[in-house]
């Protein structure tokens, strides 16, 4: 499947500091998994759970709302993927703090707001919360995450024309 989308130039900037922040949270990504991997850290994966949600197919517009909730316990890390599309997020229980290359943020119960284009995020959850993202799809349910996760999600920020490191940007 290709996915071409056209975004705003102002969103998606390879600025130092934007760059910089891509670049550690994919060290700081590797960090944990190694860790966990080593079972010097366990990982809290089994303990967060995950819902799905579907909306009928809308013949008009050929996609479906789906919904992903998530409850995150208390003292979780979580680092989540790159988001391709602008989408809703609403946190209907808890507390948690988010970084992303455009800053941190204290999110508390209840509140929604919108996920930018690009988005790879760290999250610690100050209290249990419950965490619900919302998508638009070509797909519908469970047999087709796979599917899903391909339109909503990009593998790398290369996808995106954005760049991960500094190592990448002196190749270019």
Known sequence: MNIT???SDSLFQNTPSKVKFRQRIFEAQEKMQKLIADKV???ALEDCTLKHYFTPMDDKYGCCTYAREMTIPKGTV??????RHEHLNFI????????????QKEYK??????????LKRAVY?????LWTTVHLTEHRGEANLEKM????????YNDLGLLASFKAKELT
């Open 109 to 118: 119960a209840p509140c929604t707001f919108i996920s930018e284009v690009g």
């Open 149 to 156: 996760e391909a339109e909503i999600i990009a593998p790398s």
């Open 78 to 83: 979580i680092i989540g993927k790159i988001h």
């Open 5 to 7: 989308v056209k975004y």
């Open 92 to 103: 209907t229980k808890g507390k948690v703090i988010v970084s992303t290359e455009f800053g």
């Open 41 to 43: 850290m366990p990982s």
């Open 125 to 129: 959850a100050l209290e249990d919360t």
